[in-house]
Nanobody, 114 residues
Framework: QVQLVESGGGLVQPGGSLRLSCAAS????????MGWYRQAPGKQRELVAG???????NYVDSVKGRFTISRDNAKKMVYLQMNSLKPEDTAVYYC????????WGQGTQVTVSS
């Protein structure tokens, strides 16, 4: 199991940028595929970006070209660089291991509004 702590969210204007960070501990981090998920009010949680242990990445269509997921295995960190933010990106963002059903952290709120 891992412990996950997200940070970096905040209030930004449309077109702005944020970088989210996820600190993982308590696991052999480097072997896991990691993902950033988000949950907007009234919506299901969705996986928006994933990164495999070897570094390959995938994105949901709505964020392709705008978001970049990366990881630093030595630091046990996962990042999500978000550019050209839109109001529809507003959500609580979570990181987690993909597919293993581990507990969710608190997430970090991203609000995109003018």
């Amino acid at each position: 199991q891992v412990q996950l702590v997200e940070s970096g969210g905040g209030l930004v204007q449309p077109g702005g940028s944020l970088r989210l960070s996820c600190a993982a501990s308590g696991s052999i981090f480097s072997i896991y595929a990691m993902g950033w998920y988000r949950q907007a009010p009234g919506k299901q949680r969705e996986l928006v970006a994933g990164i495999a242990s070897g570094g390959s990445t995938n994105y949901v269509d709505s964020v392709k070209g705008r978001f970049t997921i990366s990881r630093d295995n030595a630091k046990k960190m996962v990042y999500l660089q978000m550019n050209s933010l839109k109001p529809e990106d507003t959500a609580v963002y979570y990181c987690n291991v993909i597919g293993l059903g581990y507990d969710w952290g608190q997430g970090t709120q991203v609000t995109v509004s003018s």
